[in-house]
T-cell receptor
């Protein structure tokens, strides 16, 4: 497979369930991202991992727990979610998370997303 | 802080017509600007980007965008839209740190 893949593509879960979203990139990138896309709202950056280290947590509730075991894989562990957490969760990757002067911007490549419904 | 405003949540044009999608941004530093497209049930695909240089940027699928610093705008256009261009379009801004700030999106409908 090429590019950025996400599994599952669709997920329905109850508020007491525990589930995980998986993202895998085959582009040799070093940075990976989780975004939340809700209806009629801009995409929200949730987490950033750069060289397997978390560099950004955008005030995300603790019921969302990211994990990045290596530069190619990113997980989002879900537990005790709320109905308002229903959304499309998008994963992206880039060459690295540009930080500081002198770094050029690296394009982010997106996966197809996981459509999550919380009942 | 950076922000993006897309003017019009929904645009409808006839096939073959010119389409213009508007984007205004706010940034305290020279911005990096992007347009992404999202087809139904898919992720985002980069159409084009502006970092510096020529203010008219050519992208994929026949799209182009013009950066106007004086108006803080980065509008996207296509001279002759095709039915397959029906999708949602997102404008985004970034500083050198790499963090993307997205607009709310504009849904493009193409009438036969």
């Amino acid at each position: 497979e090429t590019g950025v893949t996400q599994t599952p593509r669709h997920l329905v879960m109850g508020m007491t369930n525990k589930k995980s979203l998986k993202c895998e990139q085959h582009l040799g990138h070093n940075a990976m991202y989780w975004y939340k896309q809700s209806a009629k709202k801009p995409l929200e950056l949730m987490f950033v991992y750069n060289f397997k280290e978390q560099t950004e947590n955008n005030s995300v509730p603790s019921r969302f727990s990211p994990e990045c075991p290596n530069s190619s894989h990113l997980f989002l562990h879900l537990h005790t979610l709320q109905p308002e957490d229903s959304a499309l969760y998008l994963c992206a990757s880039s060459q690295d998370w540009a930080s500081g002067s002198g770094s050029s911007y690296n394009e982010q490549f997106f996966g197809p997303g996981t459509r999550l419904t919380v009942l | 802080a950076q922000s993006v405003t897309q003017l019009g949540s929904h645009v409808s044009v006839s096939e073959g017509a010119l389409v213009l999608l508007r984007c205004n941004y706010s940034s305290s530093v020279p911005p990096y600007l992007f347009w992404y497209v999202q087809y139904p049930n898919q992720g985002l695909q980069l159409l084009l980007k502006y970092f510096s240089g020529d203010t008219l940027v050519q992208g994929i699928k026949g799209f182009e965008a013009e950066f106007k610093r004086s108006q803080s705008s980065f509008n996207l256009r296509k001279p002759s839209v095709h039915w397959s261009d029906a999708a949602e379009y997102f404008c985004a801004v970034s500083d050198k740190g790499g963090k993307l700030i997205f607009g709310q999106g504009t849904e493009l409908s193409v009438k036969p």
